[in-house]
């Protein structure tokens, strides 16, 4: 297994209170992702970055943040949790040595908003 | 907007069978295709990374092949084991060189013992 790991691996939370996740990754690749994982949905990307301090938004982004001051570390924060991001988040890497394309996930975070 | 599905949702298969899942998507211009497989409650495992100036890939049991004209990539499982049972989910990188993925809703398998 690539060495990605993240926490909480669970979290419950209240409404409107902010949440942080954290990635962390060993294997020195230059890209990381953030998903989410949801019923009916499948993987949908929220943000990934491309380097330290670059970042961009994926497809479901309203609502996170993302910062990544190292290349090992890249953390998401809801700001003001909803039940709507209650799910499953997964963080990815890919970019490792000449650049190769092949993702890794991590083990995922279930967070419940209640 | 690239769209990635997956046909069908489930299958249940008896042990040894050969088995093929499927994987559609809407634009051919990508750069390439990767096949995982998750287990309940776990993250995805990388199986087989196609590029898209390859036809197939192997490892093992698993054989993934890729028809950007058509829009279609097949995983051909052989020889299938209860050990098999899992979700498997294909993704695109619709651009090239943006590292971004596309994730089918996978099949979710079932080998029968």
């Known amino acids: 297994d690539a060495g ?3 926490s909480p691996r ?40 491309y380097g330290v301090k670059d970042t961009d ?6 609502g996170y943040s993302v910062s990544r001051s190292k290349t090992e570390d890249f953390l998401l924060t809801l700001e003001s949790a909803t039940s709507s ?30 | ?21 499927n994987c559609s998507f809407t634009d051919s211009a990508i750069y390439n295709l990767q096949w995982f497989r998750q287990d309940p409650g776990k993250g995805l495992t990388s199986l087989l990374l196609i590029q898209s100036s390859q036809r197939e890939q192997t490892s093992g049991r698993l054989n993934a092949s890729l028809d950007k004209s058509s829009g279609r990539s097949t995983l051909y499982i052989a020889a299938s084991q209860p050990g098999d ?16 993925y596309i994730f089918g ?5 079932k080998v029968l013992a």
Request: glycine share 10%.
């Open chain 2, 85 to 100: 049972s899992a979700t498997y989910l294909c993704a695109v990188e619709s651009t090239s060189g943006t590292y971004k």
């Open chain 2, 105 to 109: 809703t996978g099949t979710r398998l």
């Open chain 2, 1 to 21: 907007k690239q769209e990635v599905t997956q046909i069908p949702a489930a299958l249940s298969v008896p042990e040894g069978e050969n088995l093929v899942l």
């Open chain 1, 57 to 62: 938004k994926g497809e479901v982004s309203d």
């Open chain 1, 10 to 49: 669970h979290k419950v939370t209240e409404t409107g209170t902010p949440v942080t996740l954290r990635c962390h990754q060993t294997e020195n690749h230059r890209y990381m992702y953030w998903y989410r994982q949801d019923p009916g949905h499948g993987l949908r990307l929220i943000h990934y970055s």
């Open chain 1, 85 to 114: 991001q209650t799910s499953v988040y997964f963080c990815a890497i890919s970019g490792g040595y000449s650049g190769q394309r092949e993702q890794y996930f991590g083990p995922g975070t279930r967070l419940t908003v209640t």
């Open chain 1, 4 to 6: 990605i790991t993240q």
